[in-house]
T-cell receptor, first 115, second 115 residues
């Protein structure tokens, strides 16, 4: 099956710094990528949807200026958590889709800890 | 209203026994898909099984089967011959055609297989 990778898998950063998470589709071109956030023992919450070459669409309550999403190519999307705070600590999962209605593949997730 | 409802926060099953994880959904879209994912402690979302709204037969994938009752809007996952490695969180999800194929996830069920 198709593979989606995320890098890094774990990151620890200090409060006030920014951290970038990469999501790559390894063997297919993803027209749409999704970013989810998951708190411990909770469900996945969609943060934003990004289409290659256009601005991301954020879900209600998600701060655009805090969670910067860039989908510069058909195989790469990045999520940058700016000025991170301890409450941003979470598990972030990306997902990639080939076309509207097509299969959607999930990355392995990135565990962010802000100290 | 919740799009996906999983009413069992935790379930236990004896090894080699079968277990049913409940999932009900809410949609007015005639075209939708239902998914089950397994999330072990590593965090990766593992696709298990898919059922389309127009599929006449219940989906099966190895030890996984989906009990699709369209009139009742339920899509329960049945795991037969449980193995210790089945211990994980299980998420039911739905994708509707009329909402841009966005995924809606349930709150998950934590399954523990007892030796």
């Amino acid at each position: 099956g198709a593979v989606v990778s995320q890098h890094p898998s774990r990151v620890i950063c200090k409060s006030g710094t920014s951290v970038k998470i990469e999501c790559r589709s390894l063997d297919f071109q993803a027209t749409t990528m999704f970013w989810y956030r998951q708190f411990p023992k909770k469900s996945l919450m969609l943060m934003a949807t990004s289409n290659e070459g256009s601005k991301a669409t954020y879900e209600q309550g998600v701060e655009k200026d805090k969670f910067l999403i860039n989908h510069a190519s058909l195989t790469l999307s990045t999520l940058t958590v700016t000025s991170a705070h301890p409450e941003d600590s979470s598990f972030y999962i990306c997902s990639a889709r080939v076309f509207d209605g097509g299969e959607q593949y999930f990355g392995p997730g990135t565990r962010l800890t802000v100290t | 209203a919740q799009k996906i409802t999983q009413t069992q926060p935790g379930m236990f099953v004896q090894e080699k026994e079968a277990v049913t994880l409940d999932c009900t959904y809410d949609t007015s879209d005639p075209s939708y898909g239902l998914f089950w994912y397994k999330q072990p402690s590593s965090g990766e979302m593992i696709f298990l099984i898919y059922q389309g709204s127009y599929d006449q037969q219940n989906a099966t994938e190895g030890r996984y089967s989906l009990n699709f009752q369209k009139a009742r809007k339920s899509a329960n996952l049945v795991i037969s011959a449980s193995q210790l490695g089945d211990s994980a969180m299980y998420f039911c999800a739905m994708r509707e055609a009329n909402t841009g194929n966005q995924f809606y996830f349930g709150t998950g069920t934590s399954l523990t297989v007892i030796p």
